[in-house]
């Protein structure tokens, strides 16, 4: 459990939060060259150039959301997280963590699964795969949640990710 702090969100951790965001993107976006790669390969047909250089690009990326989030999670148990809004809801709070906590069980299963299917159990694919949707929905509740914070609450809460300590 991370230790509670009266401010917000380290630079640092702010920092590595959007990478971490910009990076999950480019493997949502991007990711579908990994599966087109695998099925021509299978087929004994060429893989298309900009697929394989995509498919390459994807993995190595995973690696590297491993990485940011293994020093993220670290910064987190370190600094602690800002302590909720005045007057949240306990349900809200229950909530809040609940999807901070999927959120890194994502960021560590998919690609150590992806890892997995690539390396070694083609069928670990398969639980990667689903990573997909999961994030997107998250991302969207994630989102919203920041969204009715700043815009309804008015609460300040999307500063925390935006600004160092506030």
């Given at each position: 459990m991370t230790r509670p702090v009266s401010g917000g969100y380290s630079a640092a951790q702010i920092s590595l939060h959007w990478l971490i965001v910009v990076l999950v993107f480019f493997q949502l976006i991007f990711g579908e060259s990994?599966?087109?790669?695998?099925?021509?390969?299978?087929?004994?047909?060429?893989?298309?150039?900009?697929?394989?250089?995509?498919?390459?690009?994807?993995?190595w990326v995973g690696f590297a959301i491993l990485a940011l989030v293994v020093i993220r999670l670290a910064?987190?148990?370190?600094?602690?997280?800002?302590?909720p809004p005045a007057g949240e809801s306990p349900a809200l709070v229950l909530a809040a963590k609940a999807t901070h906590a999927l959120f890194y069980i994502l960021l560590f299963v998919v690609p150590i699964s992806g890892i997995v299917a690539y390396y070694w159990v083609p069928a670990a694919g398969e639980v990667h795969e689903l990573g997909k949707p999961a994030f997107?929905?998250?991302?969207?509740?994630?989102?919203?949640?920041?969204?009715?914070?700043?815009?309804?609450?008015?609460?300040?809460?999307l500063m925390r990710m935006l600004k160092p300590g506030a």
């Open positions: 990994m599966s087109t790669s695998f099925r021509a390969a299978s087929r004994g047909t060429a893989v298309d150039p900009a697929d394989a250089t995509l498919a390459t690009a994807h993995l910064l987190r148990l370190r600094d602690g997280a800002p302590l997107i929905i998250l991302i969207v509740l994630h989102v919203a949640a920041a969204l009715w914070h700043q815009f309804w609450l008015r609460d300040g809460l």
